[in-house]
């Protein structure tokens, strides 16, 4: 089992940045792949981006080239760089631990999410 806990959320402007954290505890943190989800009210939870054990990537579309995703397995800790935000990006976003990176989620360790409110 892996304990999630974000940090990092918060108000920011159209255009500004947030580093968003997730320390893990628990279990072995380098076997697993992990990512960041994210929520807005009223629509389902999606994939923003993950990262492998081998430390390949993927992104969502509405993401790719402002926000960044990695990992420092000595620290026990995923990041996510997020630049250029919009108000589109405003939701609680969630750290997911995939232990067998297969994207199963019923398999996954969440985080207790983290808000980011991006407005004027």
């Known amino acids: 089992q892996v304990q999630l806990v974000e940090s990092g959320g918060g108000l920011v402007q159209p255009g500004g940045s947030l580093r968003l954290s997730c320390a893990a505890s628990g279990s072995i943190f380098s076997r697993y792949a992990m990512a960041w989800y994210r929520q807005a009210p009223g629509k389902q939870r999606e994939l923003v981006a993950a990262v492998t054990s081998s430390g390949s990537t993927n992104y969502a579309g509405s993401v790719k080239g402002r926000f960044t995703i990695s990992r420092d397995n000595a620290k026990n800790t995923v990041y996510l760089q997020m630049n250029s935000l919009k108000p589109e990006d405003t939701a609680v976003y969630f750290c997911?631990?995939?232990?067998?990176?297969?994207?199963?989620?019923?398999?996954?360790?969440w985080g207790q999410g983290t808000q980011v409110t991006v407005s004027s």
């Open positions: 997911a631990a995939d232990p067998y990176g297969l994207g199963i989620r019923s398999k996954f360790s």
